[in-house]
Each structure stands twice: as structure tokens, then as C-alpha cells.
T-cell receptor, first 114, second 112 residues
Framework: AQSVTQLGSHVSVSEGALVLLRCNYS??????LFWYVQYPNQGLQLLLK??????LVKGINGFEAEFKKSETSFHLTKPSAHMSDAAEYFC????????????FGAGTRLAVHP | DAGVTQSPTHLIKTRGQQVTLRCSPK?????VSWYQQALGQGPQFIFQ???????QRGNFPDRFSGHQFPNYSSELNVNALLLGDSALYLC???????????FGSGTRLTVV
């Protein structure tokens, strides 16, 4: 069963435009949720995480995400895109009772053009 | 403060060969997890080691095996390599199996 779905394998925005990357999870119990960024030929860097505290989570580099239980969503946003934001973004979940195993979505490649 | 170190960074192997990848966790971390990231896909969980024991395993065949040493470093071994094993292998460390993961830059394995 798919635990996390990222809608849109490629997203393209203009520099200065809003960035919206979509993530939906499938779990009856609210999981822990994460967004990671991967630059070419590098590992994963944590942008932000939701661990059942505030539903609006602020991360690094101006990114934020809102946990919406009713929509089972955890979409990532940034008000104004910068050229340096071009990268691959992964949404991930940790389900209860699993030794904190990360389950990743397929990823969304963000392109930022001038 | 060193993060997670993986070696080698790149590796080319022939089908049927065996390979060993290495990971040194972040200072203070004692748990190591391994992930396989095929081209254009999200990372897939292989297994996790804690206290030198495999604690959890993903949907990977027995050709994939691992080890954790007393200093918390870890190895990932893959036997009888297939072309489909070509991927970026990521190591992530955490403290006592918590979710505060730090990822290494990965080992790019190419099987020809």
C-alpha cells in the first residue's frame, strides 16, 4: 500500500513565484511527516518535519508546510522561489510501530527559471 | 563535527560480483539505516542496524546483507550483483533509533 504520494513528478516555476509541492499520506493514525531536499549528486537534507505539535511547520530556506488531517496532506510551500531552490524534493512519513522507518514518496523535481 | 561518511563515492562492478559499501555515522549516533535510491525514484528502505543487530528489514532479497561494528559504523554487502542493483545507496544515522536522521552523500553503484 502506498503510504505517501507526491503529485507531480516535475514542477516548474519562475523566479519569485510561489512554490507549491504536494504530498498526501495514507494512514488512519497521523504519522510523523518530513520534507527532504536533494541536490544533484548529494544526499538528503531535512527541510522540515511534523511531529504532532503545531500544524504549520516552518523549515529552512524559507519553506513551510501545513499538516491537514482532514485532507491527509502535508504540502510544501515557499512564497518566492529562488534559483537555488532547483532540486529534487521528497516527502516522507514514519508510521507508528515501525522503528521509525522512513517511507519516501517518488519525489518532485523543481525547476526554477528566470 | 563530522556528519555521515560513506565510502566509496562511486563504484563500478560487473554482474555476478559482490560489493561492500561502508558508512560511518554522525558523532553521537548509534543507529544506521540503509536506503537504495534507483534513478528517478525515492529512496527505499533496506534495513536498520542498532546495537549490532538488524532490527528491521525492507522488501529486499537475502543478497543484501549488512553488519554493524562496535564503533557503530556499518557495512552493506550485496552478492550476485544484478543490473537492477545499480543505484545510489544512502546511509542514514540517528540516535537510539529516533527519527532525527542525518544522511550521507551516498555511494553510486553501477553494475555493468
Amino acid at each position: 500500500a502506498q503510504s505517501v504520494t507526491q503529485l507531480g513528478s516535475h514542477v516548474s516555476v519562475s523566479e519569485g513565484a510561489l512554490v507549491l509541492l504536494r504530498c498526501n499520506y495514507s494512514s488512519s493514525v497521523p504519522p510523523y511527516l518530513f520534507w527532504y531536499v536533494q541536490y544533484p549528486n548529494q544526499g538528503l537534507q531535512l527541510l522540515l518535519k511534523y511531529t504532532s505539535a503545531a500544524t504549520l511547520v516552518k523549515g529552512i530556506n524559507g519553506f513551510e508546510a501545513e499538516f491537514k488531517k482532514s485532507e491527509t496532506s502535508f504540502h510544501l510551500t515557499k512564497p518566492s522561489a529562488h534559483m537555488s531552490d532547483a532540486a529534487e524534493y521528497f516527502c516522507a512519513v514514519i508510521l507508528s510501530g515501525g522503528y521509525n522507518k522512513l517511507i519516501f514518496g517518488a519525489g518532485t523535481r523543481l525547476a526554477v527559471h528566470p | 563535527d563530522a556528519g555521515v561518511t560513506q565510502s566509496p563515492t562511486h563504484l563500478i562492478k560487473t554482474r555476478g560480483q559482490q560489493v561492500t559499501l561502508r558508512c560511518s555515522p554522525k558523532s553521537g549516533h548509534d543507529t544506521v539505516s540503509w536506503y537504495q535510491q534507483a534513478l528517478g525514484q525515492g529512496p527505499q528502505f533496506i534495513f536498520q542496524y542498532y546495537e549490532e543487530e538488524e532490527r528491521q528489514r525492507g522488501n529486499f532479497p537475502d543478497r543484501f546483507s549488512g553488519h554493524q561494528f562496535p564503533n557503530y559504523s556499518s557495512e552493506l554487502n550485496v552478492n550476485a550483483l544484478l543490473l537492477g542493483d545499480s543505484a545510489l545507496y544512502l546511509c542514514a544515522s540517528s540516535y537510539q533509533g529516533g527519527y532525527g536522521y542525518t544522511f550521507g552523500s551516498g555511494t553510486r553503484l553501477t553494475v555493468v
